[in-house]
Structure formats: C-alpha cells, structure tokens
C-alpha cells in the first residue's frame, strides 16, 4: 500500500470507476470491548494484515470486491460495510466493516492465523512492522466508525444489501440467505419454538423483512403446528418492500416501509409475535430498539422475537445482547443448523 491516505465522507465522494484496490479494516463488534469493536488481522507471509486485494475485471467494489477480498484472505464474512478513504489519486479505497468468521460454503480461506484486540494494540503491532499506512488505516476506520451518525451507517447498510438482495435467485437469497429450501428450513425454521402453542392465529411481524420470504415461511410452518399465521413485514428499503409486494401480491397491505427503531403501524395496530434481527441497529442501540418495539409494536400479551444470525466464536449471541440491553429473557428456541451441524444462535423472547 503507498501513497497518503484521503479520508471521505461519504460514498458519492468516490469515483468507482477509478478503484482498482481495496483495503478493508475488518472489526468485530462487541459492546463489551473498548470503544466497543475489536480489530481482527491476519497473518500474512509471516506478518500481520489487513485484508488487500485488486478489483477483478467487471466486479462492484462494494457488492464484490469488499466481500471477496476478506473472504479470500482472511475468511473474514463482512455485514456492515462503509468507505472512509482513498488512496493513490483514487485507485485505492478503503473500507472499513464488521462481521465475523465465515463458516459456510462460499470459496473462502481456511484455517488462517487471526490476531484480534483493540484497534490500538493493532495500530502498534503494525507500527513494530513497519507497516505505517496499514496502522494509519486502521486508525482511521475506527474513527470512522466512532463518529459515524446513524443516518449514514443506514444509508450505506440500504447500499450493501439491496443490490445483492435483488440480484438473487432464490426467495432465499433475496432474503439474504445462501442456501438451499432445506438449508432455509433447518436454519429459520426454529423460530416457530417462540409460538405459543394455546393460540390457534397469531399476526405476525417480521422487522428488516427483505423480500418477505421469512414472514410467509412463518406462515407456512406455522400451520404445520395447527397455528394460522398472518404475515407482515416491515424494511428500510423501499426496493425491498416492493419486491416483497411483488411476490406476494395477496399481502400488498402488509408490507411496509420503515425503521425499526422508530416504525410503528398506521392505525396503531400491535402483532402477537414481532422478530427483529438484532444487527438492524448498532449495538449501543439495542436497549432503545427493544424498548421502542415493546412499547409500541408488540400486543400487550404478545412475543418479541430476537435473532443474532453470526457465528460464534466473534459474534455475541442474541441472549447475550439481549441481557446487556437490561431484558430477561424468556425463552429460547432450539439451536439452528445446517448441513445436520449447529450453525449459529438460538434466537430468544421476551414476553411482553
């Protein structure tokens, strides 16, 4: 990596049809660390790293450099993804990005050494290298992400999301899953434990719903239980919403627009059962989005559902991100798998 280090602010700022490299400063969020992520390099040629590669001809550098990059080099599966600097007149940019280790199917590094701690501590293990631009980096995406408003942390989560989401082939994968029908099955499917078995219907809501294919897989295996399930589904990107409209047009009036921090229904209606992927929303917001959703989405004898879809070792399980946020927690489902292997977290209730 050469040249001196522009720090931007926002995703217009970069000519992408100039890109040609990338580097990607790969954190693991956890509320519980300083500054509230950790700093995960890996081991290169006998030295530490961070995550570089060249753009392949024809490739999006945000829908397919970024993510291919950390997967090769690192195993490094990124969610949260944001550009914060350009380098070498703007053939070089660098992003940083959360997420965890990768542990599905797509080509991947295997088996790499990972250092991880905090950004400091990375910055210095760089600097005793000599790799001053890879800990000048580093620096500046932990800034970046420190200061960061809500605002462009969803405008940049809508970029990273959608064009993925609409370019899959599967109701599946325009749901954000790589897998197949059973695979969708074995892994969602778990959810119908937060279900209470004395009710013969439920309305229910999924939050960050994507094309709605969760929802009316809800609906589907609710049945199976005996249990008639109504679906609807709210997301913040209206692409979404009206794919989700247009594969399922019998159910046009139940999907809506909208954050989940702040989306209540038109009429005030509440749902027996709402679920809500927890990474919708930074860390530190936790307590306020299950709050607002008890308050204000969820029936007064209803369930809120809460789901963590990383993997462990670096992703915090829903439970634990629940109980951070000050709420018991009231049940749990069964652990979620794929390929007959545990794959992932038991998603938990609240009972409101």
Do not use: K
Not at 298 to 314: F, H, K, N, Q
């Amino acid at each position: 990596m050469t040249g001196g280090v522009r720090v931007v602010e926002e995703p217009d700022a970069v000519a992408w049809g100039r890109v040609r490299e990338v580097s990607v400063v790969c954190l693991v969020e956890d509320p519980d660390s300083p500054g509230g992520a950790e700093l995960v390099l890996h081991q290169r040629d006998g030295r530490w790293a961070v995550p570089a590669g060249r753009r392949a001809p024809g490739e999006d550098v945000w829908d397919g450099t970024v993510l291919r990059v950390p997967l090769e080099t690192m195993g490094f599966r990124r969610q949260d993804t944001h550009v914060f600097a350009v380098l070498d007149e703007g053939s070089h940019v660098a992003f940083w990005v959360n997420g965890g280790r990768y542990a599905g199917t797509r080509l991947h590094a295997a088996d790499v050494s990972w250092w991880s701690g905090s950004v400091a501590a990375g910055a210095s293990l760089l600097r005793s290298q000599g790799d001053d631009l890879a800990a000048t980096l580093v620096e500046t995406g932990e800034e970046s992400r420190r200061t960061m408003t809500y605002e462009r942390r969803t405008a940049d989560g809508h970029r990273t999301l959608v064009g993925a989401y609409l370019a899959a082939d599967t109701p599946q994968g325009g749901s954000g899953f790589g897998g197949s029908d059973a695979e969708w099955r074995e892994a969602r499917g778990v959810l119908v434990d937060a279900l209470d078995p004395s009710r013969s219907s439920v309305r229910f809501l999924d939050h960050g719903c994507a094309n709605g294919h969760l929802a009316v897989s809800m609906a589907d295996w609710a049945r199976e239980a005996g249990i008639e399930l109504d679906p609807y589904g709210v997301d913040i990107a209206p692409e979404l919403v009206a794919l989700a409209i247009a594969d399922h047009p019998a159910l046009t009036s139940h999907f809506f627009v909208g954050d989940a921090l702040s989306w209540v229904h038109p009429a005030g209606e509440r749902f027996d059962l709402v679920h809500v992927l927890l990474d919708v929303v930074p860390a530190d917001l936790h307590r306020e989005l299950i709050q607002h959703q008890l308050d204000h989405v969820v029936a007064g004898d209803g369930r809120l559902v809460l789901s963590e879809y990383g993997d462990p070792p670096s992703s915090p399980s829903a439970e634990a991100h629940v109980t951070r946020a000050g709420h018991p927690v009231s049940g749990r489902t069964r652990q979620p798998t794929r390929a007959g292997r545990a794959r992932g977290f038991p998603s938990v209730w609240i009972d409101a």
